[in-house]
């Protein structure tokens, strides 16, 4: 969800402004991905490194996603979103806490879309507190502590990197950089996205069947 404060600067408007308008678009992402049947979406709202974020920025975050989840709960509940958040609690005000919580609680019967907040997250510290919780460490005991795979990764802004982000899950991910900021991200911008991810190529390190063929009529 990068490219709030740009777009809040380049208005002459505080960067709160520009997270607020960012909220906006996650209302309106959330409604094109459930009606494009995207079954997961997870949305980074709050890295573990935003901390260090002037103090009434943090506030300002911490109060839009306490307002988002107050707000929103009954609507997901009669649209079938289930919310979930990921990342770190212990850290978050009570009153934020207690919004996860009835969020959570609340919507845990959606079966359309599951909505993951990723707050206070960080995907390094993700990967080590799952291998600390399973018993057995394996790729597939990890696989299922953390959570599943990334099919698609969309980064506004014009940014082009992970910023710790789900680094295990997305191991396999299909990247999409958009240039547009956040707050300009619509619907049509995520169909276009889902459109492009379909009509990707996806191996996972294989060789596509068209190929093996070619090459056994080679070899005959
Ligand atoms: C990145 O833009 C955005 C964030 C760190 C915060 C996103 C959070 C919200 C929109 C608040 C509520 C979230 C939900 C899910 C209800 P940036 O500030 O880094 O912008 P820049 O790249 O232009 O500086």
New binding site residues.
Partial sequence: ???????ALARGLP?VA??RA??ET?GRVVEAASAAGVGILT?F??SSD?WRRPREEVQA?MR??AD?LQRETGRSVANGVRIETIGRRDRLDAELRAAIERAESATASGTRLRLR?AVDYSGRDAILAAARRVANLSRESLEDALGPPVDLLIRT?G?RRLSDFLLWECAYAELIFSRR??PDFGAEDLLGAVREFRGRDRRFGAVPPTAVRRQEAWLD
């Fill in positions: 969800m990068d490219g709030n404060g740009r777009w960067r520009g997270h960012g909220v996650v949305l709202a709050f935003n975050l839009l996603l988002y907040i802004g940014e900021m956040w």
